[in-house]
T-cell receptor
Framework: EAQVTQNPRYLITVTGKKLTVTCSQN?????MSWYRQDPGLGLRQIYYSMNVEVTDKGDVPEGYKVSRKEKRNFPLILESPSPNQTSLYFC?????????????FGPGTRLTVL | GENVEQHPSTLSVQEGDSAVIKCTYS??????FPWYKQELGKGPQLIIDIRSNVGEKKDQRIAVTLNKTAKHFSLHITETQPEDSAVYFCAERAGYALNFGKGTSLLVTP
């Protein structure tokens, strides 16, 4: 089944404890991105990747890192999480060419930072 | 980015009625306008999209219209059903990314 998977789905952590949210897609998509969703603010892009080893900042990259060593994986890293990073996170992928095609979203990761 | 405004933020309609959600954008170079539906506990899913060389597109009960001169586009859902209840997001392509509106929570009451 073609899909985007994220792990974990739910995470409660404490301020300053490094964490990684994994994202994997099995559709051989070139473009992947991370979004955060907050009430009243909609979806805001954190980082995106056009292809392996090519990443760039989105609208709200502060406090996040990403890597794209393999085509299928695009982990989101929070080196020192803070309470304002409590949010619902979505990974998405699309075949090629950036944003002119359907983005396939993962099921989301709900993160709480205490 | 904050280039897409979406209205209304909440919308309640009776089953069978129509629902209309409107979005405006600012970048005249935008050329792709998708609409996503997000059901509770799930990720957004594309329901319809339109490109700048088309003024209207229809898929069964949903349709999208685009007015490039006025820089606005709208989602129309006819004969609404309870399963249409969800959050809907408009978006517009900006460079290599999509800018999303803040979402409309649609409630269809039986």
């Amino acid at each position: 089944e073609a899909q985007v998977t994220q792990n974990p789905r739910y995470l409660i952590t404490v301020t300053g404890k490094k964490l990684t949210v994994t994202c994997s897609q099995n559709m051989n998509h070139e473009y992947m991105s991370w979004y955060r969703q907050d009430p009243g603010l909609g979806l805001r892009q954190i980082y995106y990747s056009m292809n392996v080893e090519v990443t760039d900042k989105g609208d709200v990259p502060e406090g996040y890192k990403v890597s794209r060593k393999e085509k299928r994986n695009f982990p989101l890293i929070l080196e020192s999480p803070s309470p304002n990073q409590t949010s619902l996170y979505f990974c998405a992928s699309t075949p090629t060419g950036g944003a002119n095609n359907e983005q396939f979203f993962g099921p989301g990761t709900r993160l709480t930072v205490l | 980015g904050e280039n897409v405004e979406q209205h209304p933020s909440t919308l309640s309609v009776q089953e069978g009625d129509s629902a209309v959600i409107k979005c405006t954008y600012s970048d005249s170079a935008s050329n792709y306008f998708p609409w996503y539906k997000q059901e509770l506990g799930k990720g957004p899913q594309l329901i319809i999209d339109i490109r700048s060389n088309v003024g209207e597109k229809k898929d069964q009960r949903i349709a999208v219209t685009l007015n490039k001169t006025a820089k606005h586009f709208s989602l129309h859902i006819t004969e609404t059903q309870p399963e249409d209840s969800a959050v809907y997001f408009c978006a517009e392509r900006a460079g290599y990314a999509l800018n999303f509106g803040k979402g409309t929570s649609l409630l269809v009451t039986p």
